[in-house]
């Protein structure tokens, strides 16, 4: 295609001025793209053999392969079985928690909430007022940063319980995912002959 040379060129700069990149020289820069061309060509060759490769993989690492291995995978099979259970059990529990923890931080946010109005109206009456609404207005105060702490820990709580039942399912997916490894195993195992 004649001119091809200069359109990608016009291209070039157009991006390098958006990109506020310094321009260098035309044929420096079809250098550069002339290599970067070469390297996708070697990319693209090798990319067949890397995935046949990849392909293979799990073939090649599994653990048990013969019959004589199958005590072996049945008893990391009984393991992970109850690793499972153990890991739903939490979750369930972790699970049934979590609206403990939502109730206390809803009823927390709310005691804040409704102690920070009264502390304005008190501190609204002590300018206006004696010593005696002063103090009044301390003590509201007090209460009120005490309630705004709870409701910070309260929520803190619901944090750290809403990670805690991420992470039990992450290790849920991932037990689950060797017990659907080793029921291969175990049938790859079945299918040879004795």
Known sequence: MPGCGSLIAANIYTIQSWLHIPRFPLKLQMYSLTIIKNQMKKFLFLLPAIMFMMAGLPAFSQKYKTAS???NLNIEYTKVTNDIAELTTKLNKAQDE???YTRKSDEATADAQSTAAATTDKA?????GSVKDARRAKKEARRSVKDAK???????????QNKKIEKLNADLAKKQDRLKELDAMRASINSQPH
Do not use: C, H
Request: hydrophobic letters at 25%.
């Open 124 to 128: 609204s009456q002590a300018t206006n």
């Open 98 to 100: 979590l609206t403990r």
């Open 150 to 160: 709870d409701s910070r820990n309260a929520k803190n709580n619901l944090d750290d």
């Open 69 to 71: 291995d199958t005590v």
